[in-house]
């Protein structure tokens, strides 16, 4: 079955509306390098993952920057997965996998550069495989990169196609999805997780629950 991860969240009541209704990751923007408008302090998101109690293994920071900040992050607010999505390096994996037990979800880049500076090739295979045996258990393809990342839009089936097929980690497809296509995505690409922000927003960090409920129904 695939699973639903609601990202950008930034209100408790938000944040218990996913848990209650059984959206399966629940991710918090933590001090993000660029300027985005779901960032919170670490303070927040930490009141914000304990509110969510026996479900705060469920909880996702997605995070910009090296190890370090990274590993002070996790150590912060205590989550259960980590996303990296900015230009974290197959030594910065290395590192926060030898370091905690948390699960990572690693960002596969858009682009032919970043995929070279961030695991030494552009090929999009090896990439995904790179970033996997040095630590990554989630691989997401997302439509947003750094340098985007305000924006909303079509997800790379290409290139979704070519990381799902690559190693036997589980994939994550987000960008452009919403209540409207989540079926659309599901039986085109066979993702294990779908990622959803603006696409079950009424603005940025206010849920539409009842679009989430939708895709959860749709999901299940």
């Not at 109690?53 to 996790?74: F, N, P």
């Not at 961030?118 to 995904?128: F, H, N, P, V």
């Not at 452009?176 to 294990?192: A, E, Q, R, V």
Request: aromatic share 4%; with cysteine; hydrophobic share 40%.
């Amino acid at each position: 079955m695939t699973k639903l991860k609601i990202c950008g969240l930034m209100n408790e009541e938000d944040a218990l509306f996913c848990k209650d209704t059984g959206v399966d990751i629940i991710g918090f923007v933590t001090e993000y390098p660029l300027d985005v408008p779901w960032n919170l302090s670490r303070e927040m998101v930490k009141n914000l993952i304990d509110s969510l109690e026996d479900a705060r293994g469920k909880s996702c920071i997605v995070v910009g920057g090296d190890a370090d900040h990274a590993l002070e992050l996790i150590q912060y607010t205590k989550p259960g997965f980590v996303q990296l999505h900015y230009q974290e390096t197959l030594d910065d994996i290395r590192d926060i996998a030898a370091r905690t037990d948390v699960k990572i979800i690693k960002t596969v880049p858009l682009d032919a550069e970043n995929r070279e500076r961030q695991s030494g090739t552009a090929d999009i295979g090896e990439c995904a495989r790179r970033f996997a045996k040095a630590g990554a258990d989630i691989l997401l393809v997302d439509a947003r990169g750094p340098e985007n990342v305000t924006k909303s839009g079509a997800l790379d089936v290409e290139l979704f196609g070519e990381v799902k097929n690559a190693t036997n980690r589980l994939t994550m497809a987000a960008g452009g999805i919403d209540s409207s296509n989540i079926l659309d995505y599901l039986n085109s690409l066979h993702p294990d997780i779908i990622d959803i922000m603006t696409g079950v927003e009424d603005r940025p960090g206010a849920k539409n629950h009842p679009q989430i409920t939708d895709c959860i129904s749709k999901l299940r």
